[in-house]
């Protein structure tokens, strides 16, 4: 079984910063078993990562209300179940975090209080799931980091971010809709937005896998062990440069159609 001390001791090994933001993937089930479990987990990442006025970024999206339930508020937080695993819906329930009010991709963030506002305040102007102007782009623009505890690069939805800087085509909707946050008070927050659809293709995110060779000849991705999970500490900013190469180079071709693996001219 492992402890908090553990976690701490494995954190600081693969060299998780402390000094900015990280965004966390988790299996707890990879993980394996540790002395209070997944609120331990938390506490552990968020002592690690905050130390030095770093921000913890948990996804807690709820883009199932929307998507499979075609419900028009899709972030309640008087019912707020993440839809992404057993971790979000912890962190989503923890009273030091903080969510930002994106209906679909929502992220909880820990750390000082006005970082963190600064970090999620965009989140009520923008209008993609994950705009290059919202926290999503803010990792990119503070240098953060993206942490898959157990997990591949196919839940790395960073990566989304990216196809929105580069303009990829097919990822989002054509038109428009209207989907709201109900705060505890019952009050309603309301935003235009477009929403992730990739006509053909059921899920792009299932292919993002095949990035991860380019990431690690350019030297993105370090790996490590949170408990009995493999870890891979992704730099945000080489991962965007990776993909704006191969976007380049592959004369801006379909890649997220299936499995076919990246052709190597295309980052090496």
Same mark, same amino acid.
């Given at each position: 079984?492992?402890? *908090?001390?553990?976690?701490?001791?494995?954190?600081?090994?693969?060299?998780?910063?402390?000094?900015?933001?990280?965004?966390?993937?988790?299996?707890?089930?990879?993980?394996?078993?540790?002395?209070?479990?997944?609120?331990?987990l /938390?506490?552990?990442?968020?002592?690690?990562?905050?130390?030095?006025?770093?921000?913890?970024?948990?996804?807690?999206?709820?883009?199932?209300?929307?998507?499979?339930?075609?419900?028009?508020?899709?972030?309640?937080?008087?019912?707020?179940?993440?839809?992404?695993?057993?971790?979000?819906?912890?962190?989503?329930?923890?009273?030091?975090? *903080?969510t930002?009010?994106n209906?679909?991709?929502? @992220?909880?963030?820990?750390?000082?209080?006005?970082?963190?506002?600064?970090?999620?305040?965009?989140?009520?102007?923008?209008?993609?799931?994950?705009?290059? *102007?919202?926290?999503?782009?803010?990792?990119?623009?503070?240098?953060?980091?993206?942490?898959?505890?157990?997990?591949?690069?196919?839940?790395?939805?960073?990566?989304?971010?990216?196809?929105?800087?580069?303009?990829?085509?097919?990822?989002?909707?054509?038109? *428009?809709?209207?989907?709201?946050?109900?705060?505890?008070?019952?009050?309603?927050?309301?935003?235009?937005?477009?929403?992730?659809?990739?006509?053909?293709?059921?899920?792009?995110?299932?292919?993002?896998?095949?990035?991860?060779?380019?990431?690690?000849?350019?030297?993105?991705?370090?790996?490590?062990y949170?408990g009995?999970?493999?870890?891979?500490?992704?730099? @945000?900013?080489?991962?965007?440069? @990776?993909?704006?190469?191969?976007?380049?180079?592959?004369?801006?071709?379909? /890649?997220?159609?299936?499995?076919?693996?990246?052709?190597?001219?295309?980052?090496?």
């Open positions: 079984m492992f402890t *908090k001390k553990d976690i701490l001791f494995q954190l600081a090994k693969v060299g998780v910063p402390k000094n900015k933001p990280v965004i966390v993937h988790t299996s707890l089930k990879a993980v394996g078993e540790i002395h209070g479990g997944g609120q331990t /938390l506490d552990a990442l968020i002592e690690h990562v905050t130390a030095d006025g770093g921000l913890l970024v948990v996804p807690t999206h709820t883009f199932k209300n929307y998507y499979e339930d075609h419900q028009s508020i899709s972030l309640d937080f008087n019912d707020f179940k993440p839809c992404v695993g057993i971790f979000p819906i912890i962190a989503s329930k923890d009273l030091r975090g *903080k930002a009010l209906p679909t991709h929502s @992220v909880t963030v820990f750390g000082d209080e006005d970082k963190v506002n600064e970090f999620i305040e965009c989140e009520k102007s923008v209008d993609t799931p994950t705009s290059p *102007k919202g926290s999503y782009g803010k990792l990119f623009d503070l240098k953060g980091s993206v942490l898959l505890i157990g997990v591949g690069q196919e839940k790395n939805t960073y990566l989304h971010c990216v196809e929105e800087m580069l303009n990829v085509p097919n990822r989002l909707s054509n038109d *428009k809709v209207t989907l709201g946050v109900r705060f505890r008070d019952g009050t309603i927050f309301e935003k235009e937005t477009y929403y992730m659809y990739s006509k053909g293709i059921s899920d792009p995110s299932e292919y993002f896998g095949k990035y991860e060779p380019a990431f690690r000849h350019h030297g993105a991705i370090v790996d490590g949170i009995n999970a493999k870890v891979q500490l992704c730099s @945000v900013v080489k991962m965007t440069d @990776v993909l704006k190469t191969v976007r380049e180079r592959s004369g801006g071709v379909e /890649l997220l159609a299936d499995h076919q693996p990246l052709k190597e001219e295309w980052y090496r």
